[in-house]
């Protein structure tokens, strides 16, 4: 589960004198903790206070667990008492409500289990009087630790197994709470996580991850809620890889995937000795040795997803290793004539902070008649027998490195202005799909033909476009493989498309939006990367709406474009009972909602910079240079690092001239979408003119919000009168600037300037 920080120090007293030498040792005693019957308490009115939480032991015992390690981490209690917990900001309170009912807790509880390294065994020491029990707690320890790992692949959560190995007092601690009404909770500080506060709950068994579910989280106490980049802090990284990939031919033509890896793990604070990485549980470890050293001492349990490395000691900050792994597993499968690629960046160790940036230097040996992409400048390509050798290198450093392979042909396009483009595509693949998918009757995926020139032209002429609108693309070529999965994944230089849009183009303009938005994330995403979780509507709304962008421009006319960000409100209105704000980023996703990331994210993002753009538009002229400015500028300030949701509006600000938080809290922070009934009459006036009344009532939304609404009215020969409405609060009656004749019609909210419900009634 995600956690992070706390302000607590252990004394010195409780430390153990060593880290661990045996992480299976280790993992052993803490999944076998139990109660020391000579390690009992009566409780009376005790008062535990963690940040936001408070735990108030009316009665009951409360047993220390056996050490693990050396050391005590851990304690059990049951009784009566209550649990109180008070989110820090606004939007965690308003979420906790959508699951709890109430923006803040206050519940009977009737147990806990605690696993701390924090001041936790100290302040208990010195609250109570230890004496000897009689036990009886059944098994509330081991049901805790069920919510907190996997046996079957002996992992643990790693920030409180690296605390135990490591012999740390970092101040992390967990609750697991027993509540006399409803499943229980946990609370845990974590300091390895910026937003170390977290409170959580297994979500139903119908719901869409049985991992425990984040009510909330947020920092703690005396730490900033805004302006730190990253989502972890204190954790190992690896900064520079030297991979050598071995892709060969097996029994069924399927492809056999091994590696040899040179990774340098660092960090920017001191770590270790133990350190944890990710790698896709099917790869197993062959071999691991430091360099220029003797063997390595790792651990991976079976089908883990975590890899545990023991280093020589404890690195200082900015110190480093350089370890040799060898790894072989079952990373790709084979459907139909494509390779399926199981985890797309899995496939080598990466650091717990995910969005890390690292060097990549890959070589890639595989059979002759495949072809292969990379990320990264192709340095050299050989063929030697029946074995392709290509070596690839990043010029810089980047977050994610993917490659693809399979039975291609290369269509390579290159033109003045942007990188050479080559198109990866497996004919006989999709067409083979196609006749299956039209098998089963989904006739809207007949094959259109010359899909390669199609794809190709989307793909060069998008790229020239966001050239022109944000500035040089990033990368020196540009690669796009055809891929079996129903989705498009981006990374430096290179995308995955569906086999889908080799397949046809759509007449909605989906095909052209997906390709775009996929060419998009160079700029969005790769090039300007987003600070935390909060801002990943920075990459995938901003990708979104080039893509939009694009269509727009691309078929010069408004009903492509506008009528996609009509389905999109559709959709979003669809679900307007479940809502999230965009900044909860991943997190809108839940038990409740499963697919609002998308729809948060993805469309009401693309919504809100449609909604700049036309608020940025010069009416009279069309002209939208202040809104191209924006992004260019921003786009240059911020390329090769990282951006925030804070960093943006301050752009946005200085393009617009005024303060725009009002915006921001409203359609990034807020979740309200407004309602217009709009009511209209035109009466003449003086001089042979009329005049244009509106009434619009507000509705859906708090009291103070407003929004400039654009209202064209529709005179003879053609011509129209273009103006902008502000509208805030319940009731807005304004009257329009006279016309020189009587209007044929109103139209409010033109080009669709507002994600609003529009209903126009009489007046």
Excluded at 496 to 503: A, C, D, G, K, V
Aim: proline content about 6%; charged content about 20%.
């Amino acid at each position: 589960m995600k956690n992070v920080v706390a302000l607590l120090v252990l004394p010195t007293a409780l430390v153990a004198q060593s880290p661990s030498t045996s992480y299976e040792q280790t993992y052993r005693e803490l999944m076998n903790l139990v109660a020391r019957e000579d390690r009992a308490a009566q409780v009376t009115n005790l008062v535990l206070t963690r940040d936001a939480a408070r735990f108030s032991l009316t009665n009951g015992v409360l047993y220390l667990l056996r050490p693990v390690n050396g050391r005590t981490v851990g304690a059990v209690w049951k009784g009566a008492g209550a649990f109180t917990f008070v989110p820090r900001t606004q939007i965690e309170r308003d979420r906790l409500a959508r699951f709890e009912h109430t923006p803040t807790l206050d519940v009977a509880i009737t147990g806990l289990v605690l696993f701390f390294s924090d001041r936790t065994a100290a302040e208990l020491e010195s609250k109570l009087r230890f004496s000897q029990g009689e036990g009886g707690l059944g098994n509330r320890v081991r049901d805790a630790l069920n919510y907190l790992g996997d046996e079957d692949s002996k992992t643990i959560d790693p920030d409180l197994m690296g605390q135990i190995l490591n012999a740390d007092s970092s101040g992390f601690f967990y609750a697991h709470i027993e509540r006399d009404q409803g499943g229980p909770l946990m609370f845990a500080i974590n300091p390895f996580e910026v937003e170390g506060v977290t409170l959580a709950k297994r979500a139903p068994r119908t719901a869409w991850t049985r991992e425990p579910e984040v009510l909330c989280q947020f920092p703690p106490r005396q730490t900033p809620l805004f302006g730190i980049a990253g989502d972890r802090r204190r954790t190992a990284t690896i900064n520079d890889y030297k991979i050598d990939v071995t892709l060969a031919t097996q029994g069924g033509a399927g492809i056999a995937f091994s590696a040899a890896a040179n990774v340098t793990i660092t960090s920017d604070s001191g770590v270790g000795p133990w350190v944890a990485f990710t790698l896709f549980p099917k790869l197993v470890i062959d071999s691991a040795r430091w360099a220029g050293a003797g063997p390595a001492t790792v651990f991976r349990g079976k089908e883990a997803g975590l890899l545990w490395i023991m280093l020589d000691k404890r690195l200082a900050p900015g110190e480093t290793r350089t370890l040799i792994l060898g790894y072989h597993g079952a990373l790709i499968d084979r459907y139909g004539d494509f390779f399926y690629i199981l985890d797309e960046i899995g496939w080598y160790p990466r650091s717990l902070a995910g969005r890390s940036k690292a060097t990549f230097d890959l070589t890639f040996h595989a059979p002759s008649h495949y072809l292969l992409a990379s990320v990264g400048n192709r340095i050299s390509a050989s063929v030697e027998g029946r074995v392709s050798t290509t070596h690839w290198v990043t010029p810089e450093p980047i977050r994610n490195a993917a490659f693809n392979l399979g039975l291609f042909d290369d269509y390579r396009i290159e033109q003045p202005g942007v990188p050479p483009v080559t198109v990866m595509i497996n004919e006989d693949a999709h067409a083979a799909m196609g006749k299956m998918f039209l098998q089963e009757g989904a006739t809207e995926l007949l094959p259109q033909r010359h899909m390669k020139e199609t794809v190709g032209n989307d793909l060069v002429q998008s790229l020239k476009f966001f050239r022109h609108v944000y500035g040089p693309p990033p990368v020196e070529e540009f690669y796009a493989t055809e891929t079996p999965y129903p989705i498009g994944l981006a990374f430096p230089g290179l995308v995955h498309l569906s086999w889908t849009t080799f397949q046809l183009t759509d007449q909605k303009g989906q095909d052209e939006v997906f390709r775009a938005h996929e060419v998009a994330h160079q700029w969005w995403g790769i090039s300007v990367d987003f600070a935390t979780y909060h801002d990943q509507w920075l990459s995938e709304a901003f990708a979104e709406f080039s893509g939009l962008w694009y269509l727009h421009t691309a078929r010069r006319d408004n009903d492509s474009y506008l009528g996609l960000l009509r389905r999109y409100r559709r959709e979003i209105l669809e679900r307007r009972e479940e809502p999230s704000p965009i900044w909860l980023g991943y997190r809108a996703s839940s038990s409740k909602d499963p697919a609002a990331y998308g729809r948060l994210i993805y469309q009401k993002g693309a919504w809100v910079l449609h909604m700049l753009r036309i608020m940025m538009l010069d009416l009279g002229t069309a002209k939208e240079d202040k809104f191209t400015q924006m992004l260019e500028d921003f786009y240059a300030t911020y390329r090769g690092g990282h951006a925030s949701t804070e960093d943006f509006q301050q752009v946005v600000e200085s393009h617009r001239g005024a303060p725009m938080d009002w915006f921001f809290n409203q359609w990034v922070y807020g979740t309200g979408i407004p309602t217009y009934r709009v009511a209209y009459k035109t009466e003449p006036a003086e001089g042979g003119q009329y005049r244009v009344r509106l009434r619009i009532e507000q509705q859906n939304v708090p009291p103070d919000f407003q929004m400039p609404v654009p209202v064209s009215v529709e005179l003879a020969d053609k011509r129209w009168g273009r103006y902008r409405v502000n509208v805030r609060g319940p009731l807005t009656e304004v009257a329009l600037p006279l016309v020189p004749s009587q209007p044929k019609s109103v139209k409010f909210n033109d080009l669709e300037a507002v994600l609003a419900d529009v209903k126009m009634v009489d007046w």
